[in-house]
């Protein structure tokens, strides 16, 4: 399809996370996003959650900058309250109705003030907060809400029973001064043209009240995971005060049940819903902080099954440290106890059965597909699975039956924020290549306001203090702060926020700063990692530099660390303050750098998920540089025969490398290493071991993973012990005709003191292995020895199916790991079955060993590209729930085993993923730095060279000119403002713009004074 028929506008239908992250890199990609949400704000369930893990960070601040940048971007139209009804026409050219229905109040004309629902004399039990307390009848979804603009419930407001009777009720009416209120509003009906659409409708939590054993709905301190979420959140309903709901006491102890509605194939969920067991460990873990006392907290359940990035480490904290208590077991059911507690009768692995008294239970309920989105995928012609999630095609990781409709997030099957959000990234990507030809045909270029001299203004600055909800203002006083703050030198304007980051408060930053006269503005809050640049934005929208901005951090330095010190943390959050005020007054503006952007890429690493990306971008017309060491393109994926969903692994690869090879946008280096790195984002050179040279604008770290070799279970010194891979090979290759006993034993270098993480990959692949050789031989005899099988999602189906087939398993301790003996009558392995409580010998003609996923030598990629690893050796992400992708070096991405174990399939959604986030760089005309970069006092500088030597980022250079003077020269461009040379200088002859020395001074003599 040629340019001329395809339409640059995509449909992207529900906001969530998915939806709201997709609609962001389709926008700074070129394309215009028309954002469809059913409900009256965007945002999904994530403004329902209390805070995230492993990074304890508050769900909400995640959460607003994205709704802002969504809110206030030109190309972005945000529809709520709609829907899609009816889609027509092919892929690049779909004719799609929208029906938006009635909210009864104009957003146009709505501040958000909140004087209509407190004029409402209707009270109804609030959705968002699960029905634990009330709304009124004219409401806004949650505090932070995008638009900030309140809604109406015809069938709870009186006025709908009657709406000629001028008598009837309308104090709503009354109180709108901004005549945003409108009774008789209808609903409406658009058509739009668009290019493809993309399907992230979220899910729905199951309702427990379909199984009896957990009396939900009878025990009145018994709720589930998301209404617990809204107890502990500072917007619940009791303002982050863990109570619970029957009396508003205090409890003492708590537990989680988990699988409460997952692997059940008697009410049809037989899979596994992922995310349940994480969240009952961060929920036991922050509820363990909330409370001042030595709350009990205890998690009953099957398998843990912590098999994401930093999980099991998180896992293995919540014990060491937090002291949370898990019990493995099987809930028999929940019976009334003293007063309002609950008695919960379980059996352990012994088969003993206890009965235990808590406080309050927590029933950890799984996820189901949202029932609208299921009617809607039917409509559409999308196909579905078994559980009714939208069924991707094998080997895809985000496409539907129907070509042109793709799908991101929990809509296509459980999973956590940052599978959702890379798939989110993935599914951009595909619909970028999609529309490739229309790129850049809809959009509009944002223009700001002429920015304001402040040069020679006397300082005004502004203070915004925010209590986050209780994140902060639980420990800290945040109204004195404010108070405080006004009464600093050249403050002329402070108050505190609820929310800083949310769209009415950036609108009301802006009011202040144009009726105050502001030149300076310093915001108190959390952390700038995160929230600078949309506080930046607000200032450049409000027509100031945004470098005349500065952020205290008093979440992460303030109510976190001392939260047991209020006073003291207060006390602390004043300094800061004084401070940052201190510093504010020094400010100058900063001009950005502007440079021209090189459209190519370079992907190092030829592994499937390289080759994914490298292959996404070429199909979207960027000339792509695929750099692999070896000297066949395909990684370890070579080794691999089968998916975990049966798919052929080496005709899909061969296919793969097809594509690469004869692609034209795609020059392929084999055998060869990169050497050498310099630049930054839009103007990299890259020096290859060969001696080439490649000049692009982004990169994509791709370089893969290990196997580890086993030094354990007599691996390499007996010939009947393999790893799970080479297993594979010899049963691909016929190997194993005669052998009818095989033991796999999981978790072999994983999960230990070395690699203190789950290699996540390993138990599917056992079981998927195990029912191959059951599939050959039905009377073999498997054991698979493990510690918690890990299953997760839809691999569930398989752990279910290998146990119908007969495949046991046997779960191990690691004070009690098998034993591998060489004897003279075979090889036998010795383990402890803790049913039978007793030891198992089993002579094996196959060992199988679950050996784990190690990382690669990074350490000279992560050197030459300034980008970080974690303590495991794998590259670390730029934020680990909402940037997956991304390193914090511009122009720089990662995806596939580089990053973290995964399997297949996920491996290609984040190779989409990453070509998806590098795209938002490489449809750029030009890079802009910010400009925030060293720079150096010629006459001052001695041309010694230490700058030069300790640059991470090798701006520094040493430059003659044509006097034959020497001295240091910094590229403002490649400096990251990082400040090494700055304090390496012995001549004082660096700075650096926004912290020059002038500023530090002043802040340390802030806190003297």
Not at 244 to 260: G, L, M
Not at 318 to 339: A, I, T
Not at 822 to 837: I, P, Q, S, W
Not at 838 to 865: H, M, Q, T
Request: one cysteine or more.
């Amino acid at each position: 399809m040629t340019k001329a028929n395809q339409i640059g506008a995509v449909l992207v239908v529900g906001s969530g996370i998915a939806g709201i992250q997709a609609s962001l890199d389709l926008a700074e990609s070129g394309y215009y996003v028309y954002l469809v949400e059913k409900k009256p704000a965007i945002g999904g369930t994530m403004p329902m959650l209390d805070k995230t893990f492993p990074t304890n960070d508050c769900s909400m601040c995640i959460l607003s900058p994205k709704l802002v940048d969504c809110g206030r971007h030109l190309n972005i139209k945000t529809l709520t309250n709609s829907e899609l009804v009816k889609l027509e026409g092919e892929p690049g050219n779909f004719k799609a109705t929208i029906r938006t229905k009635a909210r009864y109040v104009d957003p146009g004309k709505c501040t958000g003030c909140g004087s209509c629902a407190e004029a409402c004399p209707v009270k109804v039990d609030e959705e968002f907060n699960q029905g634990l307390g009330k709304r009124k009848a004219v409401y806004k979804l949650y505090a932070q809400a995008f638009p900030n603009a309140y809604a109406i419930d015809n069938n709870k407001c009186l006025k709908f029973k009657n709406l000629n009777n001028e008598k009837l009720c309308g104090k709503c009416l009354k109180a709108c001064q901004a005549g945003a209120i409108n009774h008789h509003m209808q609903d409406e009906e658009m058509e739009i043209e668009i290019g493809s659409v993309l399907l992230s409708p979220g899910f729905e939590t199951f309702d427990p009240s379909q199984l009896g054993l957990y009396k939900y709905g009878e025990l009145k301190n018994v709720v589930t995971s998301l209404e617990f979420e809204r107890i502990l959140s500072a917007s619940g309903p009791y303002g982050g005060h863990l109570v619970r709901p029957s009396d508003h006491k205090e409890p003492q102890k708590i537990a989680w049940i988990q699988c409460v509605g997952s692997r059940n194939c008697r009410i049809g969920h037989g899979y596994c819903s992922s995310v349940c067991c994480m969240y009952a460990i961060k929920q036991s873990v922050i509820a363990k902080e909330h409370a001042d006392y030595d709350l009990g907290a205890s998690i009953f359940y099957m398998d843990m099954r912590t098999y994401g990035k930093e999980f099991e480490r998180y896992y293995e904290r919540s014990k060491k440290q937090y002291g949370v208590n898990f019990v493995r077991s099987r809930v028999y059911g929940l019976d009334p106890g003293e007063g309002d507690n609950v008695i919960i009768r379980y059996a352990l692995e012994d088969g003993s059965v206890v009965s235990e008294e808590y406080d309050m239970v927590v029933l950890s309920v799984g996820l189901e597909p949202d029932r609208k989105a299921v009617e809607l995928a039917k409509d559409l012609g999308v196909e579905l699975n078994s559980y009714n999630f939208a069924d991707v095609p094998q080997l895809t990781g985000v496409a539907t039956s129907r070509p042109g409709i793709y799908v991101a997030g929990a809509f296509s099957g459980p999973r956590d924020i940052p599978e959702t959000v890379m798939q989110a990234s993935a599914a951009a990507g595909e619909v970028q290549k999609l529309l490739a030809e229309a790129r850049g045909s809809l959009t509009q270029t944002k223009e700001y306001p002429a920015q304001k001299d402040v040069s020679g203004e006397i300082v005004r600055t502004g203070v915004f203090v925010c209590h986050c909800g209780i994140n902060i203002g639980s420990v800290v006083d945040v109204p004195s702060v404010a108070e405080y703050a006004k009464t600093l030198p050249g403050v002329v304007y402070a108050t505190d926020k609820l929310y800083a980051c949310s769209q009415d408060a950036s609108a009301q930053i802006k009011e202040a700063i144009e009726e105050n006269g502001l030149n300076r503005i310093i915001v108190a809050s959390c952390s700038p990692r995160t929230h600078e640049p949309m506080f930046q934005e607000t200032l450049k929208e409000a027509g100031l530099n945004p470098h005349l901005f500065e952020m205290a951090n008093i979440r992460d330095h303030c109510s976190w660390v001392h939260q047991s010190e209020p006073e003291a943390a207060t006390q602390k959050a004043k300094d800061l303050v004084k401070m940052a005020v201190s510093k504010g007054a020094l400010l100058e503006p900063v001009q950005p750098v502007s440079l021209p952007m090189n459209h190519e890429a370079l992907v190092v690493g030829g592994g499937v998920a390289g080759m994914t990306a490298a292959l996404n971008l070429a199909d979207q017309g960027y000339p792509v540089h695929l750099v692999e060491k070896e000297v066949e393109l395909g990684g370890i994926a070579r080794r691999i025969h089968h998916g975990m969903s049966g798919e052929d692994v080496q005709a899909y690869l061969k296919q793969l490398i097809d594509q690469i090879t004869g692609h034209p946008n795609i020059k392929v280096y084999t055998g060869v290493e990169v050497a050498d790195v310099h630049g930054f984002m839009g103007n990299y050179e890259t020096q290859l071991s060969n001696g080439e040279a490649i000049k692009h604008g982004v990169a994509v770290i791709a370089t893969g993973a290990a196997e580890y070799k086993p030094e354990e279970y007599l691996y390499g010194h007996n010939s009947r012990v393999h790893t799970l891979l080479d297993v594979e090979n010899m049963l691909a290759q016929g190997q194993l005709k005669n052998s009818n006993n095989y033991v796999f034993i999981q978790c072999v270098g994983s999960r230990d003191d070395d690699r203190p993480y789950c290699s996540r990959i390993c138990c599917t692949k056992a079981v998927k292995l195990a029912l191959k050789i059951k599939e050959a031989k039905p009377l073999a005899n498997i054991f698979i020895l493990y510690r918690d099988i890990r299953t997760y999602g839809y691999f569930e189906d398989l752990y279910t199916e290998a146990r119908r087939k007969g495949v046991i398993f046997v779960r191990y301790s690691t004070d009690q790991k098998p034993v591998v003996e060489e004897t003279a009558t075979g090889t036998k392995v010795t383990f402890m079955d803790h049913v039978l409580n007793r030891p198992v010998e089993v002579y094996a003609d196959v060992i199988g060993l679950a050996s784990a996923i190690v990382a690669g030598d990074n350490r000279g990629l992560s050197k030459l590209f300034k980008v970080p690893l974690n303590a495991d050796g794998f590259f670390l992400e730029a934020h680990l729930k909402l940037r997956p992708v991304d390193f914090g070096t511009d122009g720089v991405f990662m995806c596939g085993l580089a990053h973290g174990p995964k399997n297949l399939e996920e491996n290609i959604a984040q190779g989409k993923a990453a070509a998806g986030r590098a795209a938002t760089a490489l449809a750029k005309a030009n890079i802009e730095a910010d400009g925030k970069a060293a720079f150096v006092n010629k006459r001052k500088c001695m041309a010694c060279g230490v700058c030069v030597e300790v640059c991470p980022a090798k701006a520094a250079t040493l430059v003659t000119d044509e006097r034959g003077t020497t001295a240091a020269e910094v590229n403002p461009a490649l400096c990251k403002g990082c400040g090494a040379c700055a304090s390496s200088c012995r001549c004082g002859a660096i700075n650096v713009k926004g912290c020059s020395n002038e500023q530090i001074v002043a802040m340390v003599q802030a806190m003297s004074c």
